[in-house]
């Protein structure tokens, strides 16, 4: 196992954050760390990284024991939500900054860093300074910079969080590519679900400083563990039957206009391009929520026939 987290322990006073808790990551692994706020995302890095004193267990990374090494002896980056670059250097100077302690010459020392600039698609920015760049740009620049020390696991506390939508889409598929072409270790932390989802290996989708549920994307989403992953994870429909939760995703409940005899009744619908929510309510009372795509069209008040099938949550 290339990271191992034995027993972590964490609390601030007598407020316990972290309790038993253990992972384990393999080499090459893109990690997702999700969760709703507060449940102990940041924490848990923080502990990798170093930046925190732990009340307890162990982290084993590439078979060395950093559980007590400063920061800058556990071959670990972090890249933060504000950047936390130098405002008064040049791109170049922030990202040679961390090779300063490595006792690597000056001239490799800046080929190093135009090779990553050229990696995180800054090339030509060398000598610009940090406050003539937008946010996109300070984080290629803020990557650059934890990437050019070679690091053995690189960690990322939700650092596309004060970028806008398209921006975040774009740099989230240049994180993957460069995880892929350095064939990197990465903790990413996110509390956004389309981002974990669609870079992520594996997720672990944490609450009040446990983790819930692991696994791909599909896994997590078609093979829930309990409710609080139910929840937190997607849109559902949640039936309560003689003690046990089914349940259903909007999107696997067919809707039909009735040929013979209709079975529910359209209560509300909510455009949003590609598809369309509904809110239908069947014979029985149940309130359902049901998701199509914008070619089948109908209006509040339409009577129409629904078709589903429960799950059991796994
Ligand atoms: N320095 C601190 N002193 C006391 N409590 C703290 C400290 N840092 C974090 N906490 C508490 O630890 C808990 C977990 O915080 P953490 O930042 O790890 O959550 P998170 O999942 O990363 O949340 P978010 O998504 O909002 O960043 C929270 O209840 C927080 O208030």
Redesign the pocket.
Known sequence: MFLKIDNLKKS??K?T?LEDFNLEINKKELIC?L????????????CIGGF?KINGGNIILDNKNITNLFPEDREVSTVFQSYGLFPHMTVIENIKYGLKFKNIAKKQASSMAIKMMELVKLHGYENKKINELSGGEKQRVALARSLVVEPKLLLL??PLSNLDALLRVELRSEIKRIHDELSLTTIF?T?DQEEAFSIADRIIL?DK?KIADMGTAEDIYFKPNNLFTLNFIGTSNIIEKNGTNYYTRPEKITIEKPTDKSNAIILEKYFTGQIINYKVKDKKGNLLKVTTLNNKDFKIGDNVYIDYNLNIIN
């Not at 709703?36 to 890095?45: D, I, N, R």
Request: proline residues 4%; glycine residues 20%.
């Open positions: 601030y006073g407020n954050i760390l969760g709703p706020s507060g449940c102990g995302k940041t924490t848990v890095l923080n925190i506390d939700e932390v509390h944490m400083g």
